[in-house]
């Protein structure tokens, strides 16, 4: 009687069959909702991982060929007279909303002048490092949320498997080894999201806090010289 009550069992849902695939396809709705949630995660989290790493390669190639070039210029003026005003590098940015203010307040006395450029290079500064730190919210989110999502995925498909040995009045692994199987796989997945999510979060914060350096040191100096 028992070996049949198993057999319905594992034919209703107890495959031997431990693919992801059928993984996700033996769970119930709530871990396969958990399943795709922590899937989207983790690829929005990858799309936002290359791009921010091609952002700060980027950023930190033209922003050294830009400093080269201011300080080899002759003066400020002429450098921002030579610039494109499609310049795409930050600190450039900066510098170009800086100029314009510092000519646009010649007339000014120098005290006047010296503190309103140092707080339009402060409000651009501000502006650029948020642009650049965009979207390190949903890294971090991710890499703190994605294990408990996971886990609950977990807690609720062990429920399940609990249900059916208490239908099935058998605790025979092939009966209990296959809603295990799709419960852990939902934790798996909520480390695989979150283990890069955070790393990548702890990386890229560094290097915008770095790049905030650079930008604090330049914003200093240009002021020490106009």
């Known amino acids: 009687m028992e070996q049949e009550v198993a057999s319905q069992v594992i034919g209703l849902g107890g495959s031997t069959d431990f693919s992801l695939m059928q993984l996700f396809l033996r769970a119930d709705f709530i871990v396969k909702a958990v399943i795709i949630l922590l899937i989207s995660a983790s690829v929005y989290s990858w799309a936002l991982i290359f791009e921010k790493y091609r952002l700060f ?8 060929t830009f400093e080269q070039k201011f300080w080899k210029s002759k003066s400020a003026e002429s ?47 501000d ?12 890294l971090a989110t991710v890499g703190s949320t994605a294990p408990f999502i996971g886990l609950f995925g977990t807690v609720w498909g062990i ?19 296959p809603g295990i199987a799709e419960a852990l796989f ?22 915008s806090k770095k790049y905030s350096d650079r930008v604090e040191n330049f914003s200093k100096r240009f002021l020490s010289i106009i």
């Open 57 to 64: 390669k980027k950023i930190d190639k033209s922003t050294t």
């Open 79 to 125: 450098f921002y007279n030579s610039l494109s005003n499609r310049e795409k590098d930050p600190l450039a940015s900066i510098f170009q909303t800086a100029m314009a203010e510092l000519i646009k307040t010649k007339s000014k006395s120098s005290a006047v002048q010296s503190d309103r450029v140092s707080r339009v290079l402060e409000i651009s500064a």
């Open 127 to 138: 502006k650029e490092i948020k642009l650049i730190e965009k979207h390190f919210t949903f």
């Open 159 to 177: 429920m399940n498997s609990f249900q059916s040995i208490a239908i099935s009045r058998n605790t025979s692994l092939a009966i209990v080894a």
């Open 186 to 207: 939902a934790t798996a997945l909520g480390l695989l999201a979150a283990i890069p999510a955070v790393v990548a979060y702890n990386k890229f914060n560094s290097d």
